[in-house]
């Protein structure tokens, strides 16, 4: 009799237990996010034939969705849950975002104008909104920066561009900066210590590098320009943050926690726009910082998750007193202080994530137990 298909590549008895525990949760994963899902394709529906009213209760009523699933559906698997997590993060960011922004959404930038069903679909699957304008890639079909919000209202993302970046084309191909980078990540794993912190810094950049760019060549739309540019590239925290690393959640940050902080704090209580413009940025890399330990809360004790909270608001800190002192100059100096501050943290953090030293030392059959005491 033929062996099954997983019992080839999953030859052990404790391997196939948690192919299959990971396959379960995975599909009840799925299960749970279908109904949010479709809430929140139905308010993207009404938003592109826009239909506000409609708009708004479907998406407060799919963010509540997402919500209730991951409380209603608390799966076995904490990776699984951890995957969880952050899809019920990314929609409800989705949602609030196009909220915010409902009375003034994306506009379509090309022709001719696809149908409702589709546009929402596009809404819904682009992080970036690369078929939109305005939209936070770099190379999309951005329009032109206003004259009338000045400088700094056009470079800032997460951080800030440098004034090249308006005009930034990367003289490289996607899949050959992969190879590149898959490459230096093997090199580290192969001939340098993993009991070094900076060492396994870098190796996690590198990873998230490495799977979310592959997940971009394989999933993205035939337009979709590139998602990272090369990490050597960076010059200074703002450009590492705004122009190479990726953009993805670049909308919500400023929808949602930028412009807030920006307008309000100025008009409302007559804050010195230099001051909310620093406040909003810190502010952005504070929403990143709670996605991600939402995301991690399954994998990580509290301590772990306290120092990537940390390690984002110094993030936003740093890019703020970079700029006070720098502005968009750019220095030798300036790059070596920043890729030193970037590292020193880093390390710091990965010091108390319990990371495996080596992907060689994962075990890979107790791979839904990380996180449990």
């Known amino acids: 009799m033929a062996k099954p298909l997983v019992d080839w590549f999953v030859p052990t008895p404790e391997g196939q237990r948690a192919f299959k525990q990971v396959g379960i949760n995975l599909f009840l994963c799925i299960a749970s996010l279908l109904v949010p899902g479709l809430l929140l394709y139905s308010s993207l529906y009404a938003l592109a034939k826009r239909k506000t009213r409609s708009f708004e209760i479907l998406s407060l009523l799919a963010s509540i969705g997402f919500i209730a699933s991951s409380c209603l559906m608390v799966l076995e698997c904490n990776m699984i849950r951890s995957l969880q997590l952050f899809a019920v993060a990314i929609g409800v960011m989705k949602a609030l975002d196009l909220f915010a922004r409902r009375h003034n959404p994306p506009q379509y930038a090309h022709d001719p104008m696809p149908s409702h069903g589709l546009l929402a679909l596009l809404y819904l699957t682009e992080l970036r909104y690369e078929s939109f304008t305005p939209n936070t890639t770099r190379l999309g079909p951005a329009p032109a920066p206003s004259l009338s919000k000045g400088k700094s209202e056009n470079s800032y993302r997460n951080g800030r561009g440098s004034p090249k970046s308006k005009q930034w084309k990367p003289h490289f191909t ?25 060492v396994v810094a870098l190796e996690v950049l590198l990873a998230i590098y490495v799977l979310w760019e592959s997940l971009q060549l394989l999933l993205r739309y035939r337009t979709s320009p590139p998602l990272f540019g090369p990490l050597y590239t960076a010059t200074s925290l703002s450009t590492f943050w705004s122009e190479t ?34 406040l909003g940025v810190v502010a952005s890399f504070g ?32 890019a703020v007193i970079e700029d006070a002192i720098w502005g968009r100059e ?26 495996p030293r080596g992907l060689k030392n994962i075990q890979w059959t107790t791979i839904c137990d990380v ?3």
């Open 287 to 318: 929403l990143m910082g709670f996605f991600h330990v939402y995301g991690l809360k399954p994998l990580l004790p509290f301590d772990a998750l306290a120092r990537i909270y940390a390690f984002f608001i110094l993030n936003g800190v740093g």
């Open 174 to 198: 996607e899949q050959g900066n992969l190879v590149l980078h898959a490459i230096l990540f093997a090199i580290l794993q192969t001939f340098f210590p993993q009991s070094n912190p900076t």
């Open 371 to 373: 996180g449990e005491v």
């Open 330 to 355: 750019t220095h030798w100096g300036k790059t070596i202080l920043a890729w030193v501050f970037e590292l020193a943290i880093a390390s710091w953090t990965v010091e108390g994530l319990s990371v």
């Open 245 to 278: 690393w990726h953009s993805a959640f670049a909308s919500p940050c400023r929808s949602l926690a930028y412009e807030p902080i920006r307008y309000t704090l100025p008009e409302r209580y007559g804050v010195p726009v230099s001051i909310a413009r620093a």
